[in-house]
């Protein structure tokens, strides 16, 4: 059996900056991916029209400066293809391959307490003992196939968009497409002038914002290069880490004409999270300042979508407290004649069948399904594996709730490290990422010197107390009841996921608030870890 000191599980951006500093630390590495190659939520989220939506300059590592300043991107946002692209080229740069396996799916990892290592075990048979166990599989990675009759029975083509094919060609066929998250909002604009007929079959109308893309000018990108040091810095210090200005402005303390004024011109200008961050500063905590953000949103949709009908199912009637969805031209697309939109609210989908989906108005006759219905959010992704810690396993643990501490340890999981695990803050990932990798490296590295210091041969433990991951988890349901996050039904809570308990999934107080926290246990000789032999 191999043995190392550190097994790294994901390929994406958590796990690549985690190898990073493991192997610079200088322990021996090794990092599996079941994909066959590097990207993580990326490599398998290549649906047309798949494209982050966090500004170019922020959605990167800032670790490599020289990298950061040099690494082109033509538009103010990455599409999957430039995402894998930008991980490739790190991976190469940083000789990181070698220590990298793909098509390997983690099945099982055990602790053993009489040894005080980790055993993985392989869909390919194999097996590891490591020192340290980090996970990095992804928040959104676990697909959600609703449980719709008959699915089985459909005779046409089937596709999620978080495991899209290679190949497939849509040109004349009638496509449905249930789900309208960003995922589903993404694809219907992307396939629209593509297919013969498409449908867009839709639970939760959406507020969305137009994402103001285009191409990066010399100039602009100049501007940005010079002033890095102070994005990032911003960056970190903001709620949402998107490099938007954040205001602090309370939506009620101007004038109607003057909300409008700031409204329409985030709206012009473009990106979502600018929209819901730079507008005011309560438009997620106030909901009187919501409903004017909700208003402005709904007019804008009236007057775009000609046919009254389509206007009407999609203009949504809930608050403006869901992840912000940001497109270009979305509600337009809803202006071409062979685009529709079923409001499952009003018609039900009641089985599909071998020709299509049919709701309680009529049959859809189909060609295509396109399941954009997301993922089991934040915890999914370790259902499908058996993970045993000292005493019980992680699904006995999180029996009742899921639970963390700080989004990164599991109290009873000694030297297993999560990055972006649940209960992580809910912002743009790369910061929030580089704050959590950054943070288990000195944990490991704390461990590391110690066991140097003592000149022990065992090895040191490093483990949460379970004081602290209840502390974190009620800190994490409090923040939930502070936000209008709330009223939504959303994957924020797994609220998306029939016969999941809805709970808070995500640390929602900002990445400020959450660096600070990490800041605060790093000051305090790493308060709620202990580290033991
Ligand atoms: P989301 O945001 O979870 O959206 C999933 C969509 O699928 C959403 O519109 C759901 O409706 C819909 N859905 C889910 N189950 C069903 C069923 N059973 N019937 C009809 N419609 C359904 O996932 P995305 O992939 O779009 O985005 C995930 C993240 O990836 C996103 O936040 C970005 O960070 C990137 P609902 O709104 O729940 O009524």
Not at 329 to 344: A, G, M, Q, S
Not at 418 to 435: D, K, M, R, W
Request: charged content about 25%; aromatic content about 12%; some cysteine.
């Amino acid at each position: 059996m191999q043995s190392i000191d550190a097994l790294v599980v994901g390929a994406g951006f958590a796990g690549i900056y985690q190898l990073y500093k493991l192997q610079e630390i200088g322990l021996s590495v090794k990092l599996i991916d079941k994909a066959s190659d590097v990207g993580g939520t990326w490599y398998w989220n290549r649906y047309p029209g798949a494209n982050s939506d966090s500004l170019s300059e922020v959605y990167r590592y800032s670790w490599d400066k020289e990298d950061l300043l040099t690494y082109p991107w033509p538009k103010h946002y990455v599409s999957q293809k430039e995402i894998l692209d930008y991980l490739k080229h790190v991976v190469k740069r940083h000789d990181l391959r070698k220590y990298m396996q793909f098509s390997t799916e983690l099945e099982s990892a055990s602790f053993d307490s009489d040894s005080s290592l980790w055993t993985a075990r392989f869909s390919s048979g194999e097996t590891i003992q490591s020192r340290y166990l980090i996970t990095a599989l992804g928040t959104y990675s676990k697909i959600n196939y609703p449980a719709i009759p008959g699915i089985e029975k459909f005779a046409g083509e089937k596709y999620h968009t978080g495991n899209w094919p290679e190949n497939y060609d849509f040109k004349g066929k009638r496509v449905g497409v249930i789900g309208s998250g960003s995922t589903g909002v993404q694809i219907t604009i992307a396939i629209a002038d593509e297919v013969k007929q498409l449908v867009s079959f839709q639970r939760t109308p959406q507020y969305v914002v137009p994402n103001g893309d285009g191409p990066v000018s010399a100039e602009f990108r100049d501007n940005i290069n010079k002033n890095y040091d102070e994005i990032w810095n911003g960056v970190r210090n903001s709620w949402a880490a998107h490099n938007v200005k954040e205001s602090t402005v309370p939506a009620m303390s101007v004038s109607a004409e003057e909300r409008e004024r700031v409204f329409e011109s985030l709206w012009e200008q473009g990106n979502g999270f600018r929209f819901m961050f730079s507008a005011f500063s309560d438009i997620l905590t106030s909901e009187e300042a919501n409903e004017e953000a909700c208003k402005f949103i709904r007019k804008k949709i009236s007057q775009i979508v000609e046919d009254p009908v389509k206007a009407r199912k999609l203009s949504p009637d809930g608050y403006y407290a869901r992840r912000p969805i940001t497109a270009p031209d979305y509600y337009e697309t809803f202006n071409k004649k062979h685009v529709d939109i079923v409001d499952l609210r009003e018609t039900p989908i009641t089985e599909i069948t071998e020709q299509g989906i049919r709701t309680n108005e009529k049959l859809h006759e189909l060609d295509v399904i396109i399941f954009a219905t997301g993922f089991e959010v934040a915890d999914g992704n370790y259902t499908t594996l058996t993970i045993n810690g000292r005493q019980q396993s992680l699904k006995e643990h999180w029996a009742e709730r899921t639970t963390s501490y700080l989004g990164v340890s599991e109290a009873g999981f000694p030297n297993m490290f999560l990055v972006v695990g649940p209960l992580s803050p809910f912002n743009n990932f790369p910061p929030t990422i580089e704050a959590q990798v950054e943070f288990i490296s000195g944990l490991i590295l704390k461990a590391e010197s110690k066991r140097k210091e003592d000149a022990s041969d065992k090895l040191v433990l490093v483990e949460a107390t379970q004081q602290a991951e209840n502390d974190y988890v009620e800190a994490c349901r409090v923040l939930g009841t502070k936000n209008l996050f709330r009223k939504e039904k959303s994957y924020v809570f797994g609220a998306n996921v029939e016969g999941k308990t809805p709970q808070i999934l995500f640390w929602v107080g900002g990445l400020v608030h959450y660096r600070k926290a990490l800041q605060d246990v790093v000051d305090n000789d790493y308060r709620g870890f202990t580290l033991s032999y």
